[in-house]
């Protein structure tokens, strides 16, 4: 009977695992590209990626895009010298993709293999990149075969406010002989660079150009994914659901109602966020309205955690619960679990406005916010069940007795930690 | 009895971490303003000294900020930094990054004169011209003797159609302190006005206050070549330019501001040229139609078909990104000819959120455009309500007289846009002068 | 739990009508998307930037003054085609104060022109008039004089020194006048105001920082003037500052008469930058010393303690408040020890008691009277007195009994001073210069 003890290590990971990539990090209109200079054996190689983002990208398609002679440009715009001595580069492979990027458009991705002079012993080599020496964008160049990219290689941009895009077009360094491998192409999958993920899914959705049924039918199926998925993110409650649900005889039917409480004040949340950010802008500035939610939030749980453990304590020893004080704490529950609107729905919800596709994007916002319910309650009911299974084995008997406290204090800790993020 | 206690002990506990952890709380103000003073000071003895050199300014600042990234002097000067260089360089992740600092200046210190007004600059920059006021406003209760609220109050006013409201701001900014930013305003609402030498003469007092600031300097000089141009001063509009494009030769808005001279004096080639360059370092819509205008006019269809097939990408792009761009979209599918009733429901959008003469002549426009000559004149008479003396916005009401049969009128207006400058526009200044010979 | 279904239900639909009708402008954007006007906002006005002001009796002429205004921070000197000169739009300003009213008695004013031809090829001189205004009279004292060029380089601008001397001209009421560019005699590790490492070892300020003024320029106009111009028979104190105006536009009346508005002012060191807040710095700027009653507050209650109280309280405590010692020195004068005093009107100026000779140059003490040498800081302002480092001491409570050895660690500028008129060394050539390793052109 190993199984229950498996459920519970899959409920603590959802709890942990990060949201999904964010949007686009640089202009839609640069050219970005990254070269790396490095030597395998006796030999000089330069594997160069070029970066295109949306507009670029568009132009070129328009043109065609001939990757030999894109490459062909790339090696007479590199100007390498090894000890002094100009260096003749020879694209010698090629790989090209379109990876998706915002609003259904491409970007362009194009990795060049070049291979340069032979290299016997430790040689002073000097790199200068005039590709697209006019246009904006990332412009980063490494020597060595490890030596770290700072952009991993044009597929992940650091977004730190305090980093400028890399304007590196020049450096040198010695190199020497060394036993690596040839370098390779990034192939398949790794070519379309995941993890530069444009903009979310969700997200993507209100900006698509045909809106078919079929095409809304699929959207709202997408959404409902999203927010199944975005409910694995940190936050949403999941600690405190669980914890309430595992603390008290916990139903499905507890379970189901949570999950639709949850739902409606997420989606509601979301509707007031956006009517407050667009009519009170002038008054109020948004962003400043965060903190003040999560403070909100994080003192409300504070609250339900008091007033579970109140009830769980004081009816230790007797079996009727009040079930219309257990109702208010389950909606207490079920609204802090919903309360705090995710950032994407808020995105989703004003891009509709400025589309105007308020009806959709209304649409689109409840089967997340439906989404997001139905994954919550899932691992309410996972909990529910694991707590059961529990109570099966004898041994865990104390510990079952202390659960309600226990675990309406968890919901107070939560609570207490969603309040001091919240001020700080 | 125990569950009190416990309920009284987990009260108190969880109050205690409050607490505990509660060097999160904000310092005074005494203290928290001194926490970053020594970088502060260093700071403004710094500033003097990122004088046209924006990026040394930057990266010296983010290395501050990591050393210390509680330093409110610091994020407001990266803040206004960030945002100098997407004026440098057009580079809109700049603006993400002004917004980020600026928003942590602002949790130091809901108060922060800088930030606020940082802020309000960036909210024009992206069209949210009632948030930017409401900023500008709440800075100026900050400080109402800063000269730099009342540029942001300003700029707001005249994209919301106030002008009575923006020129008053003008006026106290400059009287409070002349340099570049208020003189450079000033000269604006002079132009507006329809007093063009007037506006020369503040905007050469501008360029002369903008020197040692590579960018201001630059970007003077190209806007009072525009003035020039537009008011029969080709050559000495080309003189302006030539000097912008040499204190800064990659300059996107100068590249531009040089294509329309050298078109204004009849050399397409060399203005397409120059504009090939502007598109490549920013594709604004109005930069890629233009050159689309300029492919088509040198023959080259196929070209000027690639360019406009642009616009549509860069608008799904800015959708994309939440920014409307409609008055600039409208404007090109109404020159274009592309699906007008479609344009005129930007230009309605535009109009709503900016109610400004540019709005009314777009608006305007399309509405003649769509043959709905009667509605549109009275909003091509308000573009023109201030005095402008724009070339455009007369030839747009000549066409909206012409359309509604006033044959008379028409040719004035038409008359007009040619005098002022006789290749004012590549699609309609042959039709201004066909419908002078009418 | 029906009533609560209805009512979230409610809500709901409330929520939703309030988001459709509250479509205003839209949403978060990224990118500066279209045409409307974007003029700059937030740029510097370098040419009209007070930097420094100093005062002094002339060491090598002790029956004279010298008054000398910097202008225009940072000077690349490799900064073409962007070269620097005084602005011809701006005026710029020395006054004097003979009777400690805050009020000038003496003014001097001076409007610079372009000479001529194109600024792009490194023809940097300019052409200047200098009018005086005593008893309310203003007179031209001198107009044509000539600027000597920027030091752009060895072809440019070869054997610069005797350009540079050429700029030296004596005007027929006795004045001795220079203006043009000059090395930047200020010096401060500005990136490490505050010497940490020093104070750690109890040692004070021993050197070690680095000047981040090295190497470049400033826009000098020095005075040379007779003692008796400036000296009023009875205490010997005259209080100077220095500003700068520009011309004032409105919208509708493009030919108005031309009004100035000051844009810039200075007379002790570092007030605007450490003393005055974010939110008063313009106005400051705008004031004249008569009216500085009204930002005494900030002198008497210096945020700098405040910052002293947080990086050093072991050294502590420090007076954060009713700091008359300040107020003293800065707006008044001091009067005990008797150096300056002017009286009891406060008004920022730098205060020169003109009866204390100068220091022989090997007894010079760059911390001026607190390190024992009256002719220094505060009384005037020597090129050679270490500002930070005294303001540093000095805001710790050096004049009430609190003495630290605080400092920057920088003591000197990186170039000597020049012994005659106008004192301040001649600029690095934008030629051979980089900001780094700046090397001196001999010529």
């Given at each position: 009977?190993?199984?229950?003890?498996?459920?519970?290590?899959?409920v603590l990971a959802a709890l942990v695992l990060p949201a999904?990539?964010?949007?686009?990090?640089?202009?839609?209109?640069?050219?970005?590209?990254?070269?790396?200079?490095?030597?395998?054996?006796?030999?000089?190689?330069?594997?160069?990626?070029?970066?295109?983002?949306?507009?670029?990208?568009?132009?070129?398609?328009?043109?065609?895009?001939?990757?030999?002679?894109?490459?062909?440009?790339?090696?007479?715009?590199?100007?390498?010298?090894?000890?002094?001595?100009?260096?003749?580069?020879?694209?010698?492979?090629?790989?090209?993709?379109?990876?998706?990027?915002?609003?259904?458009?491409?970007?362009?991705?194009?990795?060049?293999?070049?291979?340069?002079?032979?290299?016997?012993?430790?040689?002073?080599?000097?790199?200068?990149?005039?590709?697209?020496?006019?246009?904006?964008?990332?412009?980063?160049?490494?020597?060595?075969?490890?030596?770290?990219?700072?952009?991993?290689?044009?597929?992940?941009?650091?977004?730190?406010?305090?980093?400028?895009?890399?304007?590196?077009?020049?450096?040198?360094?010695?190199?020497?002989?060394?036993?690596?491998?040839?370098?390779?192409?990034?192939?398949?999958?790794?070519?379309?660079?995941?993890?530069?993920?444009?903009?979310?899914?969700?997200?993507?959705?209100?900006?698509?150009?045909?809106?078919?049924?079929?095409?809304?039918?699929?959207?709202?199926?997408?959404?409902?994914?999203?927010g199944?998925?975005h409910a694995l993110s940190p936050g949403h409650g999941k600690t405190i659901v669980a914890a309430y649900l595992v603390g008290k005889r916990g139903s499905?039917?507890d379970a189901a109602a949570l999950g639709a409480i949850v739902t409606a004040t997420h989606t509601i949340g979301v509707f007031a966020l956006?009517?407050v950010?667009?009519?009170?802008?002038?008054?109020?500035?948004?962003d400043r309205l965060y903190p003040w939610i999560n403070l909100t939030a994080g003192l409300m749980v504070v609250g339900i955690g008091i007033g579970v453990l109140r009830s769980r304590s004081r009816h230790r020893?007797?079996?009727?619960h009040d079930h219309h004080h257990e109702h208010r704490s389950l909606l207490a529950v079920g609204v802090s679990g919903g309360l705090l609107p995710c950032p994407s729905a808020l995105?989703?919800?004003?891009?509709?406005?400025?589309?105007?596709?308020?009806?959709?994007?209304?649409?689109?916002?409840?089967?997340f916010s439906?989404?997001l319910a139905l994954s919550i309650t899932g691992l309410g009911l996972v909990a529910v069940?694991a707590k059961?299974?529990?109570?099966?084995?004898?041994?865990?008997?104390?510990?079952?007795?202390a659960l309600p406290v226990a675990s309406a204090l968890v919901i107070i800790v939560a609570g207490v930690a969603m309040t001091v993020r919240a001020v700080h | 009895?125990?569950g009190r206690l416990i309920l009284a002990g987990t009260a108190a506990a969880a109050a205690a971490a409050v607490l505990a952890l509660g060097g999160v709380w904000?310092?005074?103000?005494?203290?928290?303003?001194?926490?970053?003073?020594?970088?502060?000071?260093?700071?403004?003895?710094?500033?003097?000294?990122?004088?046209?050199?924006?990026?040394?300014?930057?990266?010296?600042?983010?290395?501050?900020?990591?050393?210390?990234?509680?330093?409110?002097?610091?994020?407001?000067?990266?803040?206004?930094?960030?945002?100098?260089?997407?004026?440098?360089?057009?580079?809109?992740?700049?603006?993400?990054?002004?917004?980020?600092?600026?928003?942590?200046?602002?949790?130091?210190?809901?108060?922060?004169?800088?930030?606020?007004?940082?802020?309000?600059?960036?909210?024009?920059?992206?069209?949210?011209?009632?948030?930017?006021?409401?900023?500008?406003?709440?800075?100026?209760?900050?400080?109402?003797?800063?000269?730099?609220?009342?540029?942001?109050?300003?700029?707001?006013?005249?994209?919301?159609?106030?002008?009575?409201?923006?020129?008053?701001?003008?006026?106290?900014?400059?009287?409070?302190?002349?340099?570049?930013?208020?003189?450079?305003?000033?000269?604006?609402?002079?132009?507006?006005?329809?007093?063009?030498?007037?506006?020369?003469?503040?905007?050469?007092?501008?360029?002369?206050?903008?020197?040692?600031?590579?960018?201001?300097?630059?970007?003077?000089?190209?806007?009072?070549?525009?003035?020039?141009?537009?008011?029969?001063?080709?050559?000495?509009?080309?003189?302006?330019?030539?000097?912008?494009?040499?204190?800064?030769?990659?300059?996107?808005?100068?590249?531009?501001?040089?294509?329309?001279?050298?078109?204004?004096?009849?050399?397409?080639?060399?203005?397409?040229?120059?504009?090939?360059?502007?598109?490549?370092?920013?594709?604004?819509?109005?930069?890629?139609?233009?050159?689309?205008?300029?492919?088509?006019?040198?023959?080259?269809?196929?070209?000027?078909?690639?360019?406009?097939?642009?616009?549509?990408?860069?608008?799904?792009?800015?959708?994309?990104?939440?920014?409307?761009?409609?008055?600039?979209?409208?404007?090109?599918?109404?020159?274009?000819?592309?699906?007008?009733?479609?344009?005129?429901?930007?230009?309605?959008?535009?109009?709503?959120?900016?109610?400004?003469?540019?709005?009314?002549?777009?608006?305007?426009?399309?509405?003649?455009?769509?043959?709905?000559?009667?509605?549109?004149?009275?909003?091509?008479?308000?573009?023109?309500?201030?005095?402008?003396?724009?070339?455009?916005?007369?030839?747009?009401?000549?066409?909206?007289?012409?359309?509604?049969?006033?044959?008379?009128?028409?040719?004035?207006?038409?008359?007009?846009?040619?005098?002022?400058?006789?290749?004012?526009?590549?699609?309609?200044?042959?039709?201004?002068?066909?419908?002078?010979?009418? | 739990m029906?009533?609560l279904?209805?009512g979230l239900?409610?809500a709901?639909?409330?929520?939703?009508?309030?988001?459709?009708?509250?479509?205003?402008?839209?949403?978060?954007?990224?990118?500066?998307?279209?045409?409307?006007?974007?003029?700059?906002?937030?740029?510097?006005?370098?040419?009209?930037?007070?930097?420094?002001?100093?005062?002094?009796?002339?060491?090598?002429?002790?029956?004279?003054?010298?008054?000398?205004?910097?202008?225009?921070?940072?000077?690349?000197?490799?900064?073409?085609?962007?070269?620097?000169?005084?602005?011809?739009?701006?005026?710029?300003?020395?006054?004097?104060?003979?009777?400690?009213?805050?009020?000038?008695?003496?003014?001097?004013?001076?409007?610079?022109?372009?000479?001529?031809?194109?600024?792009?090829?490194?023809?940097?001189?300019?052409?200047?008039?200098?009018?005086?205004?005593?008893?309310?009279?203003?007179?031209?004292?001198?107009?044509?004089?000539?600027?000597?060029?920027?030091?752009?380089?060895?072809?440019?601008?070869?054997?610069?020194?005797?350009?540079?001397?050429?700029?030296?001209?004596?005007?027929?009421?006795?004045?001795?006048?220079?203006?043009?560019?000059?090395?930047?005699?200020?010096?401060?590790?500005?990136?490490?105001?505050?010497?940490?490492?020093?104070?750690?070892?109890?040692?004070?300020?021993?050197?070690?920082?680095?000047?981040?003024?090295?190497?470049?320029?400033?826009?000098?106009?020095?005075?040379?003037?007779?003692?008796?111009?400036?000296?009023?028979?009875?205490?010997?104190?005259?209080?100077?500052?220095?500003?700068?105006?520009?011309?004032?536009?409105?919208?509708?009346?493009?030919?108005?008469?031309?009004?100035?508005?000051?844009?810039?002012?200075?007379?002790?060191?570092?007030?605007?930058?450490?003393?005055?807040?974010?939110?008063?710095?313009?106005?400051?700027?705008?004031?004249?010393?008569?009216?500085?009653?009204?930002?005494?507050?900030?002198?008497?209650?210096?945020?700098?303690?405040?910052?002293?109280?947080?990086?050093?309280?072991?050294?502590?405590?420090?007076?954060?408040?009713?700091?008359?010692?300040?107020?003293?020195?800065?707006?008044?004068?001091?009067?005990?020890?008797?150096?300056?005093?002017?009286?009891?009107?406060?008004?920022?100026?730098?205060?020169?008691?003109?009866?204390?000779?100068?220091?022989?140059?090997?007894?010079?003490?760059?911390?001026?009277?607190?390190?024992?040498?009256?002719?220094?800081?505060?009384?005037?302002?020597?090129?050679?007195?270490?500002?930070?480092?005294?303001?540093?001491?000095?805001?710790?409570?050096?004049?009430?009994?609190?003495?630290?050895?605080?400092?920057?660690?920088?003591?000197?500028?990186?170039?000597?001073?020049?012994?005659?008129?106008?004192?301040?060394?001649?600029?690095?050539?934008?030629?051979?210069?980089?900001?780094?390793?700046?090397?001196?052109?001999?010529?």
């Amino acid at each position: 009977m190993r199984r229950p003890l498996l459920l519970l290590p899959a409920v603590l990971a959802a709890l942990v695992l990060p949201a999904a990539a964010g949007a686009h990090p640089l202009g839609n209109f640069t050219i970005n590209h990254f070269a790396r200079v490095e030597v395998a054996g006796h030999r000089l190689y330069v594997r160069y990626v070029l970066d295109l983002a949306e507009i670029p990208t568009y132009q070129a398609r328009q043109q065609g895009v001939d990757p030999g002679s894109y490459a062909r440009r790339i090696a007479s715009g590199l100007h390498v010298t090894v000890a002094g001595r100009p260096a003749a580069l020879v694209p010698v492979r090629h790989a090209l993709a379109f990876p998706p990027g915002v609003a259904g458009l491409h970007t362009m991705r194009l990795e060049v293999i070049l291979r340069g002079p032979a290299v016997r012993s430790d040689e002073r080599v000097t790199v200068h990149d005039d590709n697209y020496a006019g246009r904006l964008g990332w412009k980063e160049i490494v020597l060595g075969a490890t030596a770290p990219s700072a952009s991993d290689e044009l597929r992940a941009y650091p977004k730190s406010l305090l980093s400028s895009p890399l304007d590196v077009t020049s450096a040198a360094a010695t190199l020497a002989p060394t036993g690596a491998a040839v370098p390779q192409l990034t192939s398949g999958a790794a070519l379309e660079a995941p993890d530069r993920v444009a903009d979310s899914g969700f997200t993507r959705l209100i900006g698509r150009r045909h809106l078919s049924a079929l095409v809304i039918l699929a959207s709202l199926a997408a959404a409902l994914f999203w927010g199944a998925a975005h409910a694995l993110s940190p936050g949403h409650g999941k600690t405190i659901v669980a914890a309430y649900l595992v603390g008290k005889r916990g139903s499905a039917k507890d379970a189901a109602a949570l999950g639709a409480i949850v739902t409606a004040t997420h989606t509601i949340g979301v509707f007031a966020l956006g009517l407050v950010t667009l009519g009170l802008s002038q008054w109020i500035v948004p962003d400043r309205l965060y903190p003040w939610i999560n403070l909100t939030a994080g003192l409300m749980v504070v609250g339900i955690g008091i007033g579970v453990l109140r009830s769980r304590s004081r009816h230790r020893h007797h079996h009727d619960h009040d079930h219309h004080h257990e109702h208010r704490s389950l909606l207490a529950v079920g609204v802090s679990g919903g309360l705090l609107p995710c950032p994407s729905a808020l995105v989703v919800l004003l891009a509709a406005i400025s589309l105007h596709r308020v009806g959709y994007g209304l649409l689109l916002i409840v089967a997340f916010s439906l989404g997001l319910a139905l994954s919550i309650t899932g691992l309410g009911l996972v909990a529910v069940t694991a707590k059961r299974v529990f109570a099966r084995r004898s041994f865990e008997g104390a510990l079952l007795r202390a659960l309600p406290v226990a675990s309406a204090l968890v919901i107070i800790v939560a609570g207490v930690a969603m309040t001091v993020r919240a001020v700080h | 009895m125990t569950g009190r206690l416990i309920l009284a002990g987990t009260a108190a506990a969880a109050a205690a971490a409050v607490l505990a952890l509660g060097g999160v709380w904000r310092s005074s103000p005494a203290a928290g303003a001194g926490d970053g003073l020594p970088a502060a000071v260093a700071a403004e003895l710094q500033k003097g000294f990122a004088a046209g050199d924006t990026v040394a300014e930057i990266t010296g600042l983010q290395a501050e900020l990591r050393a210390d990234p509680h330093n409110a002097k610091a994020l407001d000067t990266l803040g206004l930094a960030y945002q100098q260089r997407a004026r440098e360089t057009a580079d809109p992740t700049y603006y993400t990054k002004a917004d980020g600092i600026l928003h942590e200046a602002l949790q130091l210190d809901p108060h922060d004169l800088i930030a606020t007004a940082g802020l309000g600059q960036l909210a024009l920059s992206r069209h949210q011209f009632r948030h930017a006021l409401a900023l500008g406003l709440r800075a100026k209760r900050i400080s109402p003797t800063t000269a730099g609220v009342y540029g942001v109050i300003g700029d707001a006013e005249v994209e919301l159609g106030r002008y009575r409201q923006a020129f008053a701001a003008f006026d106290r900014m400059n009287a409070i302190k002349p340099d570049v930013a208020s003189y450079a305003r000033v000269s604006y609402a002079r132009e507006l006005l329809g007093h063009t030498r007037a506006a020369e003469r503040a905007m050469a007092l501008a360029a002369s206050a903008a020197v040692g600031e590579r960018e201001a300097s630059a970007w003077t000089r190209a806007q009072l070549g525009l003035l020039l141009l537009n008011s029969g001063h080709a050559h000495a509009a080309r003189t302006q330019l030539e000097d912008a494009l040499q204190l800064d030769p990659d300059y996107y808005f100068a590249l531009d501001g040089m294509a329309q001279v050298t078109a204004g004096l009849g050399h397409l080639r060399t203005a397409r040229a120059y504009e090939q360059r502007a598109v490549a370092k920013v594709p604004l819509p109005q930069y890629v139609g233009y050159l689309g205008d300029l492919d088509a006019a040198l023959g080259d269809r196929a070209a000027a078909q690639r360019e406009y097939a642009l616009i549509p990408v860069i608008q799904r792009l800015l959708a994309a990104h939440g920014v409307r761009n409609d008055l600039d979209i409208a404007l090109f599918e109404v020159d274009h000819g592309i699906d007008l009733p479609h344009a005129l429901v930007l230009a309605r959008r535009g109009h709503a959120e900016r109610p400004s003469v540019t709005g009314d002549d777009v608006l305007g426009w399309a509405l003649a455009r769509n043959g709905r000559c009667a509605e549109a004149l009275p909003w091509a008479r308000r573009a023109l309500r201030l005095g402008t003396r724009d070339p455009l916005k007369l030839f747009h009401l000549g066409y909206a007289e012409s359309c509604v049969g006033n044959r008379k009128a028409a040719r004035a207006f038409y008359g007009g846009a040619l005098a002022l400058n006789p290749r004012f526009s590549i699609l309609w200044a042959p039709v201004a002068r066909k419908g002078l010979l009418r | 739990m029906r009533k609560l279904a209805l009512g979230l239900l409610v809500a709901a639909v409330a929520a939703v009508l309030g988001v459709v009708v509250a479509t205003r402008d839209g949403g978060p954007g990224t990118a500066n998307a279209s045409s409307h006007r974007e003029a700059p906002l937030i740029a510097q006005d370098p040419t009209a930037d007070n930097t420094d002001l100093y005062a002094f009796v002339s060491p090598d002429k002790p029956s004279t003054a010298t008054i000398i205004s910097n202008w225009i921070p940072g000077e690349d000197p490799a900064a073409g085609p962007n070269y620097f000169t005084f602005s011809p739009t701006a005026r710029y300003d020395i006054y004097a104060d003979t009777n400690g009213d805050g009020r000038p008695d003496i003014t001097w004013q001076f409007r610079f022109k372009d000479l001529p031809s194109q600024l792009f090829l490194g023809n940097t001189q300019q052409s200047y008039t200098a009018t005086k205004i005593e008893h309310g009279k203003a007179s031209v004292i001198g107009s044509g004089l000539l600027t000597p060029p920027d030091n752009i380089g060895p072809r440019s601008t070869p054997n610069y020194s005797a350009l540079a001397a050429k700029g030296i001209h004596t005007l027929q009421d006795g004045t001795t006048i220079f203006a043009g560019q000059r090395d930047d005699p200020f010096f401060a590790d500005v990136g490490a105001i505050f010497d940490l490492v020093a104070i750690r070892h109890g040692t004070g300020a021993t050197g070690g920082g680095k000047d981040f003024l090295a190497g470049y320029g400033v826009h000098s106009i020095a005075l040379q003037v007779p003692k008796s111009m400036l000296d009023n028979g009875t205490n010997h104190v005259v209080g100077v500052w220095t500003a700068t105006d520009r011309q004032r536009v409105t919208v509708h009346n493009g030919k108005a008469r031309t009004q100035w508005v000051q844009v810039s002012r200075l007379g002790n060191p570092l007030i605007n930058e450490v003393i005055i807040p974010t939110t008063k710095k313009d106005y400051w700027n705008s004031q004249s010393p008569a009216h500085d009653k009204q930002f005494a507050q900030y002198y008497s209650s210096p945020i700098l303690a405040a910052v002293l109280q947080k990086l050093y309280p072991q050294f502590g405590p420090y007076k954060q408040t009713g700091r008359t010692d300040l107020t003293s020195v800065l707006l008044t004068g001091l009067a005990t020890p008797k150096l300056n005093y002017t009286g009891a009107t406060l008004a920022d100026e730098l205060r020169l008691n003109l009866s204390i000779p100068p220091t022989p140059a090997a007894k010079e003490n760059r911390l001026g009277v607190i390190g024992g040498d009256l002719a220094g800081y505060p009384n005037g302002r020597r090129l050679i007195d270490d500002v930070v480092d005294i303001d540093e001491r000095v805001v710790a409570g050096e004049l009430i009994g609190h003495k630290l050895p605080l400092g920057d660690g920088v003591d000197a500028n990186d170039v000597p001073n020049l012994a005659s008129f106008p004192y301040v060394a001649a600029p690095f050539s934008g030629f051979e210069n980089t900001k780094s390793q700046a090397t001196k052109t001999t010529g």
